[in-house]
Nanobody, 127 residues
């Protein structure tokens, strides 16, 4: 069992930065791949970024590539999402999710792939 808690969301002006954190409980968290997803009002949940259990594999949605960076510190059971050059279209609730690593790399962007979810943190970017 893994429990996830996101933090770090808030209100920021366009062009600004935020760093989201996903803190996990459970001794086996380091063996899980982790993804960040977001959902804006009236829209479907969409993939943002993902990282493998050992940080060797990272993936990004085209819309955030070059602006967002995902990383993890397994000693702290935490995954981060550094978000720079934020745009109003980044407005959403951001969720982190954990997946067992077996075949994860084949469909890392599919939210159905993930077994555990946090409650989400709101990111609001003002123009």
């Amino acid at each position: 069992q893994v429990q996830l808690v996101e933090s770090g969301g808030g209100l920021v002006q366009a062009g600004g930065s935020l760093r989201l954190s996903c803190a996990a409980s459970g001794r086996t968290f380091s063996s899980y791949a982790v993804g960040w997803f977001r959902q804006a009002p009236g829209k479907e949940r969409e993939f943002v970024a993902a990282i493998g259990w050992n940080s060797g594999d990272t993936y990004y949605a085209d819309s955030v590539k070059g602006r967002f960076t995902i990383s993890r510190d397994n000693s702290k059971n935490t995954v981060y999402l550094q978000m720079n050059s934020l745009k109003p279209e980044d407005n959403a609730v951001y969720y982190c999710a954990a997946s067992l690593p077996f075949l994860w790399a084949l469909n890392y962007s599919d939210y159905n792939r993930y077994d555990y979810w946090g409650q989400g943190t709101q990111v609001t970017v003002s123009s």
